[in-house]
Structure formats: structure tokens, C-alpha cells
């Protein structure tokens, strides 16, 4: 398995720019996330889904969308790109078990710079 | 004031060190995760309890619910293990096993 997979690795975009963060995992986990990690602080949740064709807001979601069609894939669309979007976002799933908690597994992060 | 605390902020050891992380929260949890971050930015799971202990190798989670606190420890410690150890907590509040994450603590381990 490949896990949870993210493309690109790193990006350059100028402001007001538009990009889509690919995500993908292979592990048939119901619940993915995003989350952006800046310099010192701990992991922002943007969204997150409990599964295909549900999505929600997590902490900082202004800027940001995200759909998901497939258990699979789960794209986070900038719009409008602005240098406060500067960060490294970390794509996630989990299983859904009874207990309504699991391990998170993470994918590798993108980095991305907006000038 | 963050639901996640971590302490040390930053933690410098001699390899073979004892070593200590703290965690503190202020919510109800349904679990408490510890992760490791390493030097080129991967994270991955180490740990994740809702009471008690728990051990692998090296390292050693504890979990004191009614005093919303936790800690990692590593034994032996050794160069490989220098990396951002980051704990984070399931509220029970929240749906969809979602997260709250501390800041996470940096441990450089010195050969």
C-alpha cells in the first residue's frame, strides 16, 4: 500500500493565484483531514471528511475548499491565493472504528510559498 | 490559553539520556495520540491511549485521566531520535476523530 499520498511536494504561487492539493489514500479510510502547519504552532485542521460526499469546517477553513467524490481522494482547492496561505499542509485519514476514534496517518506535506 | 500544552518546548540530551515529555490538556478526551515529526517533515503515530501505559521499544506513554495529563518517555535515548515529538488529543465534542494538536516539543538528542 502507499498510504496516504500528497502531490505536489513544493509550490511557488504568486498572489491570487489558484491551486488544488492533491491527496490520495489507498488504505479505504472513511475520514481524511487537512491541515496546515505553520512555523512554532501546532497542526491547524482546514476540513475534513467522514466520507465520500461529506465534508466539513475544521479551525481555520476561510480560503479554502475541498470536495469528495470518492472514499479515495480528497482535493483542497485555494482560491485567491494570499501570502497568510504560506505553510506546510499535511493531508490525513483514518478508519472509522465504534470507538469513534483511530490513528491518524499522515501524508508526506506540501510546501508551499506565496509570493 | 491552547487545550494542548507541551513541555518542554525544546529539549536538548546526552545520548543515552532518560528522557521526558509533558502534556497537559484542558477538555474531555475520548484518546490522547503522541506523534513524531521527523527532521524531513513525515509524521507518523507512535502512540495513541485513553488510559494506563503503553510501550514499544523505547518508548513509553503514560495517561493520568483525572489529572488531564500525560507523558512520553524515551530510555536510551540516541541521535535517531532528535525530532519534533507532537501530542494531540481526541475532545469528546468533537465528531469525525478530529484532532487538537499541541505545538509540539523539539528533542535534539547529542551523540
Known amino acids: 500500500n502507499a498510504g496516504v499520498t500528497q502531490t505536489p511536494k513544493f509550490r511557488i504561487l504568486k498572489i491570487g493565484q489558484s491551486m488544488t492539493l492533491q491527496c490520495a489514500q489507498d488504505m479505504n479510510h472513511n475520514y481524511m483531514y487537512w491541515y496546515r502547519q505553520d512555523p512554532g504552532m501546532g497542526l491547524k485542521l482546514i476540513y475534513y471528511s467522514v466520507g465520500a460526499g461529506i465534508t466539513d469546517k475544521g479551525e481555520v477553513p476561510n480560503g479554502y475548499n475541498v470536495s469528495r467524490s470518492t472514499t479515495e481522494d480528497f482535493p483542497l482547492r485555494l482560491e485567491l491565493a494570499a501570502p497568510s496561505q504560506t505553510s506546510v499542509y499535511f493531508c490525513a485519514s483514518s478508519p472509522r472504528t465504534s470507538g469513534g476514534w483511530e490513528t491518524q496517518y499522515f501524508g508526506p506535506g506540501t510546501r508551499l510559498l506565496v509570493l | 490559553k491552547n487545550e494542548v500544552e507541551q513541555s518542554p518546548q525544546n529539549l536538548t540530551a546526552q545520548e543515552g539520556e532518560f528522557i521526558t515529555i509533558n502534556c497537559s490538556y484542558s477538555?474531555?478526551?475520548?484518546?490522547l495520540h503522541w506523534l513524531q515529526q521527523h527532521p524531513g517533515g513525515g509524521i507518523v503515530s507512535l502512540f495513541m491511549l485513553s488510559s494506563g501505559k503503553k510501550k514499544h521499544g523505547r518508548l513509553i506513554a503514560t495517561i493520568n485521566i483525572q489529572e488531564k495529563h500525560s507523558s512520553l518517555h524515551i530510555t536510551a535515548s540516541h541521535p535517531r531520535d532528535s525530532a519534533v515529538y507532537i501530542c494531540a488529543v481526541s475532545p469528546t465534542e468533537t465528531s469525525g476523530s478530529r484532532l487538537t494538536f499541541g505545538e509540539g516539543t523539539q528533542l535534539t538528542v547529542n551523540p
Open positions: 477538555v474531555g478526551i475520548s484518546a
